[in-house]
Each structure stands twice: as structure tokens, then as C-alpha cells.
């Protein structure tokens, strides 16, 4: 409830092509033309995307539905990432999970001096008898059979870790290393099985294609972004990226704040870290999505909802990277009340449901494509 609010009016119009809010290009050089050029090569190689955020994205919601959309048009199959384990494994849709043994790391009770400081915001340590079971489904096209096998470890001390497939399972021998270790199983399979010892460390798990475009959904719940800083290089450079998607944002959000740049201060700091990480990689900053509040009895905008988009668009600015104005391509002002009407939203009037991000999805896919066209810089 905000019953005192000062409402902060918009700063800048959202850019739009045949109607669809598209991306703003800040780098110098035409929207996202390290992505596409990957998107090229996407019938040689495997093209990825990561899509890092909060709670809004939790359960593949979003990712999932644009997942399907860029394999449809480029290729590539399976899920991606996938957390070694996870609370509630029924929410996601797109892959079946089942685990025991694990004693999760996340932003909620990681060590400060820890440093095992990944993109994904979260880690399983290994307990006795520890494992997970992945399973395709009927959800979309490339959920249910993946080409390829990988799991990402990090082995303290000399171990043995299990893949099991369709075709069988394969034991790796690993000696105790200090940065992770990529372990590989090939082949076309609609399931696997993780197997490891106590004490190893397991940073995720890839279920992808061979080719195409994979969509690692990295959501954590009250994540804000900030954690970002102190991601750990060598602990994330196993795994390239063509482009990350950071969707962040509302957990900063208030309705008694009306700026937001010490945020966007702390931001520009994750954003580098992540650049100095992925240097060949395309990084793209999702706006907020629209917020509700009751407001003298009514549910509308959160009123600072302006201030929040504008300070991650000045963002994008000053780190030279990319924007998308989610909120706009909802609707912009109050709408987050016909999303609810719609149901596409839930009754907090902030988490989109299943349904709403595939309608989200679909309307970001539209504003990607019209980008994707455009040959000259804008927004500079």
C-alpha cells in the first residue's frame, strides 16, 4: 500500500518500430551486432544467452517461451543451465527435476569471504549419495531431448562424478583443481543423472544442442544485481556468452524512493565486472516491468516505477551496452492493471504467471527481430 506517493512522470519515450518497443543501442555501433553475427553462425556452433534476474524470471517464466521462439528461429535444442537443485523443481515446466543430497550456496547464505562468485547466483555442494535426474518434456519442441551433456565441477579433493544418459553412464576421473572443471557427456538423451561424491562442488548443469541458440535461465529470488560485483573470473570462465540479459531491478524498487543513481552506480560496477568476464558478449538491460500499488483504494503504477526504468537507461548509457524498456512493451503507465485483468500477472501485481510471460516473450521477440534489422547506430 502507498497512500503518500510522489509521482515521478516519464523521462524518455520508448523507441518503436511497427508499434514494438525495440532495442536501444548505446554502444556506438548497431543494436546488438556482436549477437547477431553470432546468430550467423548459429547453423556452425552454439550460440548462448544468458538471462539473469530476480524472481520475476523464477520457474523459466519468460525464458522459457523466449527460449522456444529463438530455437524456432535459429535452431538449437534442451534447456540450458539448470541449478543442481532446486526448492520447488515442479514450478518449471520445461524440464522435469529430481535431487537429493545437496546443500545449496545462494545470495541468501553464501559466505562473505566465499569466492565461488558465479553468474548463476547459486551452487551445490555435494552431500553422501548426492544426485539429480533431469527430464525432458512435452512443453516445447526443444525440451524434450538435448544433444549434449555438460556439468560444470569443482573437485576439492580426487573424485569420481557420474553422467548417465540414454546411452549409459560414464564415470570421470577428476584430480583436485582449483578452478572448475567442464565434464562432457555426448549424445541425444531425454534424461540424465548427476552423480557425485561428498564434498564435490557442482556449479550447474547444460542440457543444450550442438547448434542453435541456448537460453540459461539464472533467476534468484531478491536478487537485486548488486551481487554482481564480486563475480569471480575464474570461476565463470568455463562457460562463453554471446549475449546477457540482465533483469533486475525491482527488488530496489520503493514506493518513498524517487532516484535511484546510487543503484545505478553500484549496477555500472556488476555491468563492468561482467564485460571484463564476457568481453566478446552483447549485454542488454531489461527495464523493469510494470509494478502495482494500491493508491487511495485503487491498484495502479507504483509511481516511481519512472524513476527506476529511467535510472536503467542512464545505465545503459554510461556503461555503452543496451536497453529494452519492458515496461512500455507491457503497456507503460497502469498497465499492470490489464495484465491482471488479463490474468497474466499474479495478485501481488508484479510476478508475471506462465501464461503472461509467454505474451511478454512474444512481444520482446518481435522488438529483438525489428533490432536485428536495423543497420545503422542509434541512440547515441
Known sequence: AA????WIPP???????DGHVVVESYTGDVPLARFRAALAQAGQ?????????DSFIEGDIFTQDLRTLLQEAYGGRGTGYMTIHSEMPGFRRSVRQSS???????????????????????????????????????????TAAWDRTGVLVLARDSCTVEIGTDAGTQAYELAP???????????????A???????????????????????????GRGNSGLNLRRLNPAMNSAVSYDLIILEFGINALSAEQTEYNAYRAGMEKSVERIRRIWPEAD???????????????????LPTCNAMTEAQRELARRTGTHFYDLRAAQGGENAIVDWRARNLVNA??????????KVLAEEFMEGLRLSLLTTTPDYQ
Open 193 to 219: 543423472t548427476i552423480g557425485c561424491p561428498e564434498g564435490a562442488v557442482v556449479l550447474g548443469t547444460y542440457l543444450d544442442g550442438t547448434s542453435g541458440v541456448a537460453v540459461d535461465c539464472m533467476s
Open 45 to 53: 556452433r552454439l550460440v548462448r544467452v544468458a538471462v539473469v534476474g
Open 3 to 6: 497512500d503518500t506517493v510522489v
Open 283 to 301: 549485454i542488454l538491460i531489461l527495464g523493469i516491468a510494470d509494478r502495482g500499488a494500491k493508491i487511495n483504494g485503487a491498484v495502479k503504477s
Open 100 to 142: 537429493s543430497g545437496w546443500e545449496m550456496r545462494n545470495l541468501h547464505n553464501i559466505g562473505g569471504s566465499d569466492s565461488i562468485r558465479i553468474l548463476a547466483g547459486e551452487y551445490g555442494i555435494a552431500g553422501p549419495g548426492a544426485t539429480t535426474t533431469y527430464r525432458g518434456t512435452s512443453q516445447a519442441p526443444g
Open 348 to 357: 501481488d501485481y508484479i510476478h508475471l504467471n506462465h501464461a503472461g510471460g
Open 177 to 191: 583443481s582449483h578452478a572448475p572443471q567442464w565434464l562432457e557427456a555426448d549424445g541425444t538423451t531425454a534424461t
Open 11 to 17: 523521462v524518455t519515450e520508448a523507441p518503436r518500430v
